[in-house]
Structures are given as C-alpha cells and as structure tokens.
C-alpha cells in the first residue's frame, strides 16, 4: 500500500501561487503513477494533472494549462503541483492519487490522499 498525504492547501488571493506537496511512504513512490484532482463544493471530482512513474513530460487538464506545473521527486518520496495565477475557479480540495495505469480518470487510481484545502478569493 501507498500512503498519501498532501499539503500545503491556503487561502489566497486571484493572481497569486501555491506549491501542493503530496508526500507518500509505503511502498516505493516511483512505482506508481501520480495524478492531482480537485473538487469543488457540489461539483463532480476533477482531473488536473498526471505524471508518470518515470517522470518525463507531465500532462495537464486544459483548465490549468500554462498555469500548474507538476514534478515529483521520487527520491524524497515527493510530488509536487506549483500553481500560479490562480483564479476563484481554481477554488477546491486537492487530492493526489497513486496508480498503475497513466490515467486521467479517478476511477483508475488506487491510492488516494485526504486532500488539502486550496481557496482563491477575488
């Protein structure tokens, strides 16, 4: 099993940044794909950004394009989403998940964290 647990969640306003940090333990982090998901309050559970065991190019939902940056750092167990620019809309708790399968639906992920708390305020 893959423990996850994602921090860094705040209040902030239009325009400004965050960095997300999922942090895993149990088995080996770079075994699995990662991927990041939102959900808004009343709104269905949505995909933002994947990354590969291996790393390599990470690939974002259209929404956050140009604006998030994924990376992990597999030796510290580490996986990152560095948002900027961030908009009211981008309201929600994030979630980070562990899986075999590149994939962007959530149905494919095993593993998921408790979520963090991001909030935007305009």
Not at 21 to 33: E, I, K, M, P, Q
Not at 87 to 113: F, M, N, Q
Request: with cysteine; hydrophobic share 35%; proline share 2%.
């Amino acid at each position: 099993q893959v423990q996850l647990v994602e921090s860094g969640g705040a209040l902030v306003q239009a325009g400004g940044s965050l960095r997300l940090s999922c942090a895993a333990s149990g088995r080996t982090v770079s075994n699995y794909n990662i991927g990041w998901f939102r959900q808004a309050p009343g709104k269905e559970r949505e995909f933002v950004a994947r990354i590969s065991r291996a790393g390599g190019t990470p690939y974002y939902a259209d929404s956050v394009k140009g604006r998030f940056t994924m990376s992990r750092d597999n030796a510290k167990g580490t996986v990152y989403l560095q948002m900027s620019s961030l908009k009211p809309e981008d309201t929600a708790v994030y979630y980070c998940a562990a899986g075999r399968i590149v994939s962007s639906s959530s149905h494919l992920y095993d593993y998921w964290g408790q979520g963090t708390q991001v909030t935007v305020s305009s």
